[in-house]
């Protein structure tokens, strides 16, 4: 199960991220996963299902050099007929939600953000700010919602997206998976897979930031409200 | 959804909750989810606002009208109350499908028996096995946190020590409560509030109060604030 996945948007491009299994998993169990050079869905709970939807979708040869928003609409329509097959067979419909991202070349030129979930069949919600997906996400986006700036480079938003992995699986009862996937689209090079030691580098720089943050917390509490400095 | 708690100080418990229901026509920030039971025990809801809110009463109505005085069995028959309860709001819908969760938090000082604070969770979900749902009754050792609680449960894990008084858990509940209501559109309105200490008993806390404490947090939501963006980006 993908519990966390994130579409961090930054001043050259968007970051993508999703907890996953340790180890080397196979492209098709990803939770990234490129549609072509600009454009990624993101796939959140249901991860093997999730996959098995976008590898239909990829072999019914869906046209991606296309505005994004009529990418969505493709998925959309998509993914909402396989799961009204399975209705009809009378199988539970798993849970289940994506992300489409991506740099929209063919349309506005700007980022795009689309959120796409099984509850309310596949319609896609354009997000003007970051995306989040999983059923973990709440301390990302509180977190989010208090460090992030549309103007951080594409580096800081990389670190910024470990720093919430790390801090939600900081709870114990939250149980993502162990590692991290990274991708980023930038304006200038596209869809890249972020490599295993850039990824790790991220995640140890997080721990170091997570640390820092639990220290610092200590005087919200302690420090009596007369000495807290305006 | 909500956000309701029970949390353990040195000295006793913290209950708190926020006001808002969430339905098909929007929200509201009316709804009543906490009630005294009796001198030492309260009771709060969360989930569907209506069939929590008629558990609640009907719990405190039979708890005066048999004079029950022991939390064991207030807590035994509360199970058998929450569940007539939500059996019976189901019966009276017209539109018959599944519905959502309620669940309750009885917690209170048990000064009969065992002389602890104690903290009850019940739960009923409904399954497509079981359409009425069943409810599970379980004894928490330690602070429950129900319903949207992933941001309250991280705030608490930086801010929260062992050695809190219930004065200062009730500050802290207030801050871990308007944090969440920043992003969670489900959590919201006016905070309820009670304490529960072995010398007083239950006592709401005032809604003049609550602002009080609010008030007084702002330089804290400032500095955590400060704390969160400054963190980052530092090498």
Known sequence: M?????ALRCIDGVVLGGDVPFGDISENEDVIRP?????????????????WLVDEFLASSPKVDVPIEEIAEQAHSFFDSKCQELADQHQPIPLIGTIVAGVDWNGTGEIELYG????????????????????YNAIARFLDHKIHTFTISMDNALQLAALYFVETRSIPALKLEPSLNLATIAYDRGFQTVNRERVKECLSQASRWSERLFAACTSVFSIPDSEIEE | MTLA?????????????????????????????FLQVNRDIGVLTYG???????????LVSEVNRNQWAHFSKIADEATRIFQNAYENWVERQKEKRFYGVVGFILAGYDNLETNQFRIMHYDITPSPEQPLGRVSMRSMPGDLLVAQWYIARYLLTKFYYPEMTVNELAELAIFVIAETMTVEETVGGPIQMAVITQAAGFQRVHQQDIICMLQSHQKRFARFNQICRNIAFRH
Do not use: C, W
């Not at chain 1, 549609?35 to 999730?50: E, M, P, T, W």
């Not at chain 1, 796409?116 to 059923?135: A, D, K, Q, S, Y």
């Not at chain 2, 100080?9 to 339905?23: E, F, K, Q």
């Open chain 1, 2 to 6: 993908a519990k966390l996945v994130m």
């Open chain 1, 116 to 135: 796409l979930h099984v509850g309310n069949r596949f319609t896609p919600i354009i997000f003007g700010g970051n995306v989040f997906g999983g059923e």
């Open chain 2, 48 to 58: 569907l606002a209506q069939p929590g809110y008629e558990g609640m009463s009907q």
């Open chain 1, 35 to 51: 549609l072509s050079q600009s454009v990624a869905i993101l796939i959140h709970d249901d991860r093997l299902f999730g996959n």
């Open chain 2, 5 to 33: 708690m029970a949390l353990r100080a040195i000295d006793g418990l913290v209950l708190a909750t926020d006001s808002r229901i969430t339905g098909k026509g929007g929200t509201a920030d009316i709804s009543e989810k």
